[in-house]
């Protein structure tokens, strides 16, 4: 039964953790004021975060990983990926990108 000292402890947690998470980004935000600019190294950094978020949520919706490692994927998906790589590097489009790659799924599982 969880009672009342429970409830307190959990908010408390989710209250500290999240001021502790709003000071982690203003802090970012707080020294890009005092310096003025980003430097150029962080910048070209930060070029690489879009793809690598993009790539760590689709790699796991073509390869799931499961409690033993399993690298049969879906045939649809595996194919829709594809499409959607070629058309990254042919157009540089992201939205060119994603509509390929879901009108391949879409197609693909249609058949």
Not at 32 to 61: M, N, Q, S, W
């Amino acid at each position: 039964m969880v009672g009342a000292t429970d409830d307190a402890l959990v908010w408390g947690l989710v209250v500290l953790v999240g001021a502790g998470s709003l000071a982690f980004r203003l802090s970012f935000l707080l020294l890009l004021d005092r310096l003025g600019t980003i430097p150029p190294r962080a910048e070209r950094a930060l070029e690489f975060v879009p793809p690598a978020v993009f790539a760590a949520i689709a790699l796991p919706a073509v390869f799931p990983l499961e409690a033993i490692l399993s690298l049969s994927p879906d045939v649809g998906k595996l194919l829709a990926a594809l499409a959607a790589v070629v058309v990254a590097r042919l157009t540089g489009n992201l939205v060119a990108t994603i509509a390929v790659g879901m009108a391949v799924l879409v197609v693909v599982r249609a058949v």
